[in-house]
């Protein structure tokens, strides 16, 4: 990637591409337990692809999100006065009805004038079709989608930029690219074949993407945070982005990657595909050099680090927390300053048990365990209760914060009064072990995961409900959309009781004075010691002061912050709660795939298709064009 990097910045120094690339995001999926960080973090994969645009020399690019930026519209953005050559969309699943309205207003652009358009996102990554349409009377979609990484969009730039004339449009150069078949051996593309009519006849899938696999080739996320679009209710774009002082105001928390990948094997979670079996990582002083460059430009004080399982290679999460802890020992401001949570399971955090210390000192101040269900029915990963308690006292005597994450399944009742078999009863446990805060999402099918074909073909998975269709949106495992109980029903309103009962006034008032968030590391001093000598005594106390204090009312502010969160999110589901309790529920049959045939490059099954699938053949035409 290094080389490809090179490459790239010497080919567009002699061409002027401007980029816009916009992140869809659906208001609709605002519900627990992803309030208030789904507008306070600027999300780590579109940032990244802005990173590594202007590290390859594209440096008039412009990242706009749409939860800051709710009524932009496509076809209306200007940069430097003119619209941009290309036009990037990245969409989570969730998110996908955002993703398609960016798409076709930004089609409603004169052929002429039109950017090229290229999808990517967790959503094209493993359904790359959604963004194609073969339907008539409705011509809109991608030019391509990027089923990949930084790497695969960069590879793709690589062969455009080589073959366009100056001054060319950057479609007309990909479209070029396409027919004489240059594009087909970029492994991570889907692209449409139209006919005379201009309606998508087939899609060509070029393969599975290549991992990177040394992920400290990687550009310095810092080149991300420069390209930001300032929050706005207009249409249009601002003259220029968000100032370097003025990004943690906006995202006062930072994304970041340290390591991906995680070594289970959960039939309902997509992680172990998308990573192709690999766990890959950032060297320490790699992430140490992030860090302070990002403290230095932007100020960031708080980063969540967008793990699948932090500890699942223990060599390399040592590594990482060696190392931070070693800057904090030599007096480093950023690494003394800077408190980071990041996603482990309770099995490698009891496997790291006693470097938790250096773990802390690295900066961790939470870890999001995925406690899954602690009776081990739904899966058995070292999560039982003894273990997962183990795990809670460890990290919180080492002053780290543990964050449960529970999945709600058909088999487990609200309260069980025998066991801890129950979900009411596993929130007290884990509430009495010292949780400020949980996750609790129902099982729903995970597109990319093991089980996501089997959850389809059995039927567990609902079509639509009481005549209204399960949208997208829904995926969010807040909403029951995919059950074999008889009452349905019940099962959404379990999710809101578990939420009732961990987040209420009772809880609030008694946070006031037991508080769970006072940890023994919490109050401790991040200043150089002889820096912090050298202030007043007076000050020394009120500093102090004010961190006792902190610490003290943060369980209470996490109470107060979940109620409103549940309110909302009652406001939201409660709908579909009344729909449920009415039934003519309509199932499916088979998992929703492509209408539109798919192809390999060489007319073999496409490596993105799912079962059943029109197979597209590969026509003569497209031979000659190749030739």
């Given amino acids: 990637m290094s080389r490809l990097r090179l490459r790239l910045r010497n080919l567009s120094a002699s061409h002027d591409v401007k980029t816009v690339i916009a992140y869809a995001f659906d208001p609709r999926t605002r519900v627990l337990p992803f309030l208030y960080a789904d507008l306070r973090m600027a999300p780590a994969g579109v940032r990244a692809i802005g990173s590594a645009l202007a590290d390859a020399g594209f440096h008039d690019t412009r990242i706009v999100l749409q939860q800051w930026n709710p009524n932009f519209r496509p076809s209306q953005m200007r940069l430097g006065g003119r619209i941009p050559d290309l036009f990037l969309v990245s969409s989570m699943r969730l998110h996908s009805a955002q993703c398609e309205s960016l798409i076709r207003d930004a089609c409603r652009i004169a052929p002429g004038e039109r950017p090229l358009i290229i999808a990517g996102g967790p959503q094209v990554i493993y359904e790359p079709w959604t963004v194609f349409s073969a339907d008539t009377g409705d011509r809109w979609g991608a030019d391509v ?82 390209l930001l679009e300032p929050p706005s209710k207009l249409p249009t774009l601002a003259p220029a982005a968000i100032p370097s002082g003025m990004v943690r105001r906006h995202s006062p928390v930072g994304s970041l990657v340290f390591t991906q990948g995680c070594r289970f094997r959960c039939s ?38 967008t793990d699948d399982n932090f500890f699942a290679d223990k060599a390399r999460a040592l590594d990482i927390a060696g190392t931070l802890a070693r800057k904090v020992d030599a007096g480093s401001r950023p690494h003394r300053k800077i408190r980071w949570a990041t996603e482990a399971t309770i099995h490698d955090t009891l496997a790291l048990g006693e470097h938790l210390a250096t773990v802390r000192k690295a900066g961790v101040w939470a870890l999001w365990l995925g406690v899954e269900d602690m009776s081990g029915a739904l899966v058995k990963k070292g999560q039982e209760a003894d273990q997962t308690l ?59 995961s093991k089980s996501y074909e089997e959850c389809y073909s059995s039927g567990l998975a609902y079509e639509s409900v009481d005549g209204v269709a399960v949208e997208p949106m829904m995926a969010t495992g807040t909403y029951v959309i995919a059950s074999q109980h008889p009452r349905p029903w019940l099962r959404q309103l379990n999710i809101l009781a578990a939420y009732a009962y961990f987040f209420n006034p009772l809880r609030f008032f008694a946070a006031l004075v037991f508080s769970k968030s006072r940890l023994p590391q919490a109050m401790a001093e991040t200043t150089a010691p002889e820096a912090a000598r050298q202030r ?15 610490a003290h009312l943060g369980d209470a502010a996490i109470q107060a912050a979940g109620m409103v969160g549940l309110a909302q999110t009652t406001l939201r589901t409660i709908g579909w709660i009344r729909h449920l309790l009415r039934g003519n529920i309509r199932r499916y049959t088979a998992a929703p795939g492509s209408r539109i045939p798919m192809r390999g490059v060489d007319g ?10 029109p197979q597209a053949v590969r026509k003569t035409d497209d031979l000659n064009r190749v030739a």
């Fill in 145 to 226: 989608a990027v089923t990949g990484e930084e790497y695969v969009l960069l590879e793709l730039l690589e062969v455009l930029l080589s073959v366009r004339a100056k001054n060319e449009p950057m479609r007309s150069a990909f479209q070029r690219a396409r027919d004489t078949g240059a594009l087909d051996g970029v492994a991570g593309l889907v692209y449409a074949r139209k006919n005379a009519q201009d309606v998508t006849e087939q899609l060509v899938d070029t393969g599975i993407q290549r991992l990177l696999g040394d992920l400290d080739e990687l550009p310095q996320p810092a080149l991300g945070y420069r």
């Fill in 268 to 305: 309902f979670c997509p992680i172990p595909a998308y990573n192709q079996r690999q766990q890959r990582a950032k060297s320490g002083d790699r992430i140490a050099d992030e860090i302070e460059q990002l403290f230095s430009e932007f100020d960031f004080r708080y980063f969540f680090g």
């Fill in 390 to 448: 183990e795990a809670f006292a460890l990290l919180r005597r080492n002053g780290i914060y543990p964050i449960p994450m529970l999945m709600h399944h058909d088999a487990q009742p609200l309260v069980s009064w025998r066991g801890n078999f129950g979900l009411l009863n596993q929130l007290g446990m884990l509430r009495k072990a010292g949780a400020l805060y949980t996750q609790v999402l129902m099982l729903t099918p995970a597109v990319g």
């Fill in 536 to 550: 007043p005594l007076w000050k020394r106390i009120m500093r102090r002061a004010s961190r006792i204090l902190g």
């Fill in 604 to 613: 073999s099954p496409a490596s993105h298709a799912l079962p059943g699938t």
